[in-house]
């Protein structure tokens, strides 16, 4: 656990946090419409692809990677093992300027998520999760307190964006029976621990990349809140074209709550 996290803080300390407020002309292009990418993203990449490889000669699948050759996924389904690499989740966050990104790193082996690695820059914190093992800040245990038993005291985040418009006009007239709701952070490396510290309750995502939802799924459940499927089946890392939706919350009550509330008819 202490040799990724050192990968991880090294080639942030490299390829991504000089660049931090400092990216020059020309090093940040558009790798899909309204989806950046810089060349701290690609350079940390290569870094930390390389030197877990030399720790665990396994698959590093990575989004840059996958970017240019989304075949390089099916390693999530054919490999016993794969190392799974968000180099600055937030990029958008990061090019402008915005404190919230981090650096992420997951182990998977027979399609569950193991360990993971999420490092914050900025702050030089770092959580690390094991499966079975606990949830830890800089070596510091967390443990989730319940988010208590009022949906109108929850503060939580809806990611609709991608819902078809009936599913969306649906989830986001129901959201009026939380307390705070925020359009999130705009960094699943962000959002994650928010929750595993308590400064948010729930999160729902759509979209679903593996990369930026390995580490912190992991990390959440492993402090004592619940990460799944709508369906209530525990999240394990799919290809990046799954949309089956993901609900994040504090505690198991809370999820089956927040679902029953989101959903209502």
Known sequence: MEKVAEIIAEASAEAVEPRFRALAAGEVMEKAPGEVVTVADREAEVIIARRLRELLPVPVVGEEAVAADPDLARA???APAVWL?????????FVAGRPEYAVMVSLVRDGRTVACWIRQPVTATTYTAELGSGAWRDGHR???TPAGPDPAKWRGSVKSRFLDPSRRRLVEANTAAFGELTAGRHAAG???????????DFMFYWRTLPWDHAPGSLLVTEAGGRSARLDGTPYRPEAPDCEDGLLVAADPETWERCRAILFAP
């Not at 690499?85 to 966050?93: F, I, R």
Request: charged letters at 25%.
């Open 76 to 78: 999530l389904h054919s």
């Open 85 to 93: 690499v968000d180099p600055v989740d937030g990029t958008a966050n």
């Open 142 to 144: 967390l443990t989730r």
């Open 190 to 200: 962000i959002e994650y621990p928010d929750i595993a510290e308590g400064a948010a």
